[in-house]
């Protein structure tokens, strides 16, 4: 097997740029059986800190005897080094076993006249799988970009969302203010899941606190609605 070919297949979607969003994503996702959604996650946004945090969660629950998978970007000497399972970096095997799948999908979504997904969107797709076909027990996995139009922001409900620090980065897509960019990656909260944040900006850690209260209201305010009624005695 040629690793090299595998990783020209990413290259060959560098030309759609980063684009945030969920639309193209969720289509892929769809079209592949939705493997997401067997997983759970620890899902951890931030401008920095992000990739050691992922490493730390993802060390302890090794040490606990569990299965876990790791998502992180970029690598540092070669590509498998973002998708890794119990410290194993994913083969190149099961690299272009998984890539192949995911590639047969997203030529249907080509077919159709639907829009490409982006690179990142596909090396997030590759992970999925390649974890779905582990059986992990759980995914460490780390934005992106941003957060709330982020390709790892298509799963449905985490154990925990983490939050590691604000500041100014990638300011043509997230906003000019730190308010605006704590917003986008607050947007990897979900409803009654728990916050975890080590944000020092007061302004920017005031944005992810209405936005963690906000959810945990909609949450109470579903549960009560979910409550059956009960009759007056």
Request: with cysteine; proline share 3%; aromatic share 8%.
């Amino acid at each position: 097997m040629d690793k090299k070919n595998t990783i020209n297949k990413f290259k060959e979607f560098e030309r759609f740029g980063s684009r945030l969003g969920l639309e193209r994503m969720a289509t892929l996702m769809e079209l592949l059986g939705n493997p997401e959604k067997n997983l759970k996650y620890i899902h951890v946004a931030g401008t920095n800190g992000k990739g050691s945090v992922c490493k730390y969660i993802y060390e302890a629950l090794q040490g606990n005897g569990y299965k876990v998978g790791l998502f992180t970007s970029p690598f540092l000497e070669v590509f498998n080094e973002r998708i890794e399972f119990d410290h194993q970096l994913i083969s190149d095997e099961d690299l272009e076993k998984c890539t192949n799948i995911v590639l047969e999908k997203i030529d249907i979504m080509l077919s159709k006249g639907l829009d490409s997904p982006t690179e990142f969107e596909v090396i997030t797709a590759v992970a999925f799988v390649y974890f779905n076909m582990k059986n992990a027990d759980f995914v460490v996995l780390e934005v992106g970009l941003g957060g709330k139009g982020d390709s790892t922001n298509i799963i449905e409900k985490p154990l925990a969302c983490v939050i590691t620090s604000i500041s100014f980065d990638h300011m043509d897509r997230l906003g000019d203010t730190i308010e605006e960019i704590a917003a986008e990656k607050a947007g990897i909260i979900k409803e009654g899941v728990p916050v975890i944040i080590n944000v020092e900006r007061p302004e920017a850690a005031k944005v992810i606190a209405r936005k963690a209260y906000e959810k945990i209201a909609c949450s109470m305010m579903w549960q009560k609605l979910s409550m059956p009624l009960q009759k007056k005695v």
